[in-house]
């Protein structure tokens, strides 16, 4: 069946734009997670939802940074005012939602790059 | 807090060779689960196995073994006969059982790479 899909794979931006990232988790999993792998901060955890709520938001870096899951499908990632920062890989997981056996499968990225 | 270490940033073998990734953990709780991941060139993060905490038995899935040791809090990863295409970056990972998620905490990767 088809995987973790995100859009765009890539996207470049000017510093102070915002933008949104978007993730289609594997049909029938209900947790979704965002994590950022960067140079320097390696995999690190964003965001988790459950559902259409988001028990877990303690990974987003700052308040610039959103998101949402609507039909508890679709997510989308919002970066307000970007920074250079902010450039990085954004990587999309999604899981049965079975607490502590899951396994969380990945989507191919969306590449950000800042200038 | 949760803690995992993969102390070798990188590798190179010739192929045929075995090599091993080492990862080792921290954790308070008494449930967790570890896993591995691979990341090719192509940058998708490709999962390999998952353990539970109460599962000490090694796993060996043809080229690839995993040797579990709650002793020495470790979950090192084995590839017998490595092949160029097994060139990659390998993550070890913990998940936070004991929060609201189980979220997973990553090593640093190792940077794998099989010579012809």
């Known amino acids: 069946g088809a995987g973790v899909s995100q859009s765009p794979s890539n996207k470049v931006t000017e510093k102070g734009k915002d933008v949104e990232l978007r993730c289609d988790p594997i049909?029938?999993?209900?947790?979704l997670y965002w994590y950022r792998q960067s140079l320097g901060q390696g995999l690190e955890f964003l965001i988790y939802?459950?559902?259409?709520?988001?028990?877990?938001k303690s990974g987003l870096p700052s308040d610039r940074f959103s998101a949402e899951r609507t039909g508890g499908s679709v997510s989308t990632l919002t970066i307000q005012r970007t920074q250079q920062e902010d450039s990085a890989v954004y990587l999309c997981?999604?899981?049965?939602?079975?607490?502590?056996?899951?396994?969380?499968?990945f989507g191919p990225g969306t590449r950000l790059t800042v200038l | 807090a949760q803690k995992v270490t993969q102390a070798q940033t990188e590798i190179s073998v010739v192929e045929k060779e075995d090599v091993t990734l080492d990862c080792v953990y921290e954790?308070?709780?008494?449930?967790?689960?570890l896993f591995w991941y691979k990341q090719p060139p192509s940058g998708e993060l490709v999962f390999l196995i998952r353990r539970n905490s109460f599962d000490e038995q090694n796993e060996i899935s043809g080229r690839y073994s995993w040797n579990f040791q709650k002793s020495t809090s470790s979950f090192n990863f084995t590839i017998t006969a490595s092949q160029v295409v097994d060139s990659a970056v390998y993550f070890c990972?913990?998940?936070?059982?004991?929060?609201?998620?189980?979220?997973?905490?990553f090593g640093t990767g190792t940077l794998l790479a099989v010579q012809p």
């Open positions: 954790t308070r709780d008494t449930t967790y689960y």
């Open positions: 049909s029938g999993h209900t947790a």
């Open positions: 939802f459950q559902g259409n709520s988001a028990p877990d």
């Open positions: 997981a999604s899981s049965l939602g079975l607490a502590g056996t899951d396994t969380q499968y």
């Open positions: 990972a913990l998940s936070d059982y004991g929060g609201a998620t189980n979220k997973l905490i």
